[in-house]
């Protein structure tokens, strides 16, 4: 089985694959839906913890 970060990460991939036609627009939008899959199943994980950096945004 997978872990959620790969899982993630695949995910936000065949998301991309699916939306993008092609060219370098299509292999931006990859990376990035990517870049968003790996964070929510890094997340998911718990190797890091998104609550406390927008937590942290919220100070002074």
Same mark, same amino acid.
């Given at each position: 089985?997978?872990?959620? @970060?790969? =899982?993630?990460?695949?995910? #936000? *991939?065949? !998301? ?9 627009? +299509?292999?931006?939008? @990859?990376? =990035?839906?990517?870049?968003? #899959? *790996?964070? !929510? ?9 998104? +609550? ?9």
């Amino acid at each position: 089985m997978m872990n959620n @970060a790969a =899982l993630g990460l695949f995910a #936000g *991939l065949l !998301i991309a694959i699916a939306t993008a036609a092609g060219g370098f627009g +299509g292999f931006v939008l @990859a990376l =990035l839906l990517g870049g968003i #899959g *790996l964070v !929510i199943g890094l997340s998911r994980d718990g190797v890091i913890d998104l +609550g406390a950096l927008l937590r942290s945004r919220n100070r002074g």
